[in-house]
């Protein structure tokens, strides 16, 4: 058995360490473009804010690869993958055959479209190369424009703004981080944003970056031109499924995965930021690129990978966030685009605090929390498992609830809970 | 995997489990002087009612497949290998809050301040849990889960 992973972050990691659970000796070879992996991709903003040192960043340690028996190839690229010959070629002309394959080669960031975007100064922040070069060149910074106010985007304002510089941030939509949560919410976080000296400005976008060869300022939409020397680009990211694509495996918005991770090829899985699941929340096929889910995936296609049999329920969009002392955790449908949906929301203004849950057919399928986040996990497990919530609806959002509210629904459900952890209260109430 | 079971037919609610969890995480690990001490020790389990005379116990649950372990972004929360136990590394916590936002229990609480969580550890300087031996009518129970279902078919 010859197992091969391309990609070495979050779902590559998780299938190593997952397929050596099952199997302790066979070769494992991950290919991977970065040289240096085994960082944090979540953890690359809080290093360029400073708030962290380097050493943190690492999140599995440097003998990893070798404490769990694996080939590692570094700064190499898996250019084509055979799916006849089970061989996959690389950038170094080199061929690798396998047995079972996991593609988890990711997302890249989306650059825009707009002239003077490959001027010096211009970054995505998406690898630990992006902060490194950013942070060398910000002794001569004064001023940065992030275009895009989702999570990348604040994550690096708030990182430009730790650093002393004057930092704007230019979003399209007519609200911050709306792919997450409502525009309520989204106010609160972005009054806070801006009393800590972050300028938002919504409702604009670049058309150009100005400047020779190095960036001098943006040029907006409205067409004022905006001075800076940095411009960092916080649009989202595309999935990688070009290889994929190109050896016939079926892709849709991303690599197209069944319940056990499996691609169409046989023994070709695929997890992670490029893996095109089961959205629970929105019944029907998604991409989620998120941490928690590339680790999930990339651990249930690692044991299916070693021959287990093993069902992954979906993924949820899950989120969470904090800017200068105030979280957000978002889950599921938090801007429900139809009728069908209920909301019901608790607004403590002076406190910052914001809740709202969306229910469809008596079933929460999402969530916002502001402020006050503890429990909100239990609401996640309630939308994962589908939960009918009718009986508990109107104190959900209230300070006391908390896992025993939801007892009697555990007991009751026919459905979901399944996991070991619930059998004590099942057993005793 | 021995870990701390609630028996909810047994449990009052009384709240000693909270208190003892709290001293035993406090600086002094005494009640009196625990009470000054700033910040204030947090407890990490919680006893609360599912509805009048009928509560429970909860905290960490040192799930088998645990999420807060999975979703990790730093590393901080782990697995020990021998003990199968849920851990937190506080030198590598950021306080990103992803661990609260996927315990379904509800187990995990912030340490503003710090930016750090904190969780049941099961009192590692103590032979049993503070919470376990101060419930007093034993409805907290060290052990396994097999253990555990044969003592609440006594």
Sequence with gaps: ???????????????????????????????????????????????????????????????????????ALLGIKAEEINVKKKEISLSNKEKIKFNKLLIATGASPKLEDIPGIDKKGVFPLRTIEHAIEIQAMLDKV?????????LIGLRAAYAL???????????????ILSQIIDKDAAGIMQRRIEEK????????????????????????DNGSKHGCELVII??????????????????????????????????????????????????????????PAACEQGRIAGLNMAGENEIYEGSLAMNSIEFFGLPVISVGITRPKSGAYKEIIKKDAGKNIYKKIVLKDGIIVGVIFVNSIENIGI??????NKTDVSSVKDIILEGYFDYAKIAPLIKKAKKGFKEPEFKETIMTL | MKKIYCDIKKCLGCGSCEIACAIEH??????????????????????????????????????????CVTGCMSGAMYKEKKTGLTQ?????????????????????????????????????????????????????????LKEFTKTCST
């Design chain 1, 1 to 71: 058995m010859q197992y091969v992973i391309i990609g070495s972050s979050a779902a590559g990691i998780s299938a190593i360490e997952a397929i050596r659970t099952k199997d302790k000796t066979s070769k494992i070879i991950v290919v991977s473009d970065e040289k240096k992996p085994l960082y944090s991709r979540c953890l690359i903003s809080y290093l360029l804010a400073g708030t962290i040192d380097e050493k943190k960043i690492w999140y599995r340690k440097d003998n990893f690869f070798k404490a769990n028996k694996v080939e």
């Design chain 1, 142 to 150: 004064k001023s940065v424009a992030i275009l895009g106010g989702g």
């Design chain 1, 161 to 175: 703004k730790n650093r002393g510089k004057e930092t704007s941030v230019f979003v399209k939509s007519s609200s």
């Design chain 1, 197 to 220: 000296g972050i300028k938002i400005f919504t409702g604009v976008a670049a058309k150009e970056v100005a400047g020779s060869k190095s960036v001098d300022g943006v040029v907006l």
């Design chain 1, 234 to 291: 916080g649009k989202g990211v595309s999935p990688n499924i070009e290889i994929a694509k190109d050896a016939g495996i079926k892709t849709n918005w991303g690599i197209v995965s069944d319940e056990f991770l499996r691609t169409s090829s046989e023994d070709i899985f695929s997890a992670g930021d490029v893996s095109e699941t089961n959205d629970i929340a929105l019944e029907e096929s998604s991409i989620n690129a998120i941490w």
């Design chain 1, 379 to 384: 609401i996640g497990a309630l939308i994962k």
């Design chain 2, 26 to 67: 406090s600086r002094s690990k005494e009640l009196d002087k625990a009470i000054s001490e700033s910040p204030l020790p947090v407890k990490r389990r919680k006893a609360e009612f599912v509805e009048e005379s009928v509560s429970i116990s909860t905290g960490c649950q040192h799930c088998e497949n645990a999420a």
């Design chain 2, 88 to 144: 937190h590394d506080r030198d590598k916590c950021v306080g990103c809050w992803m661990c609260i936002m996927t315990c379904p229990f509800g187990a995990i609480t912030r340490e503003r301040q710090e930016k750090q969580v904190l969780k049941c550890d099961l009192c590692p300087d103590r032979d049993k849990p503070a919470c376990v031996e101060a419930c007093p009518t034993k409805a907290l129970f060290l052990g396994t």
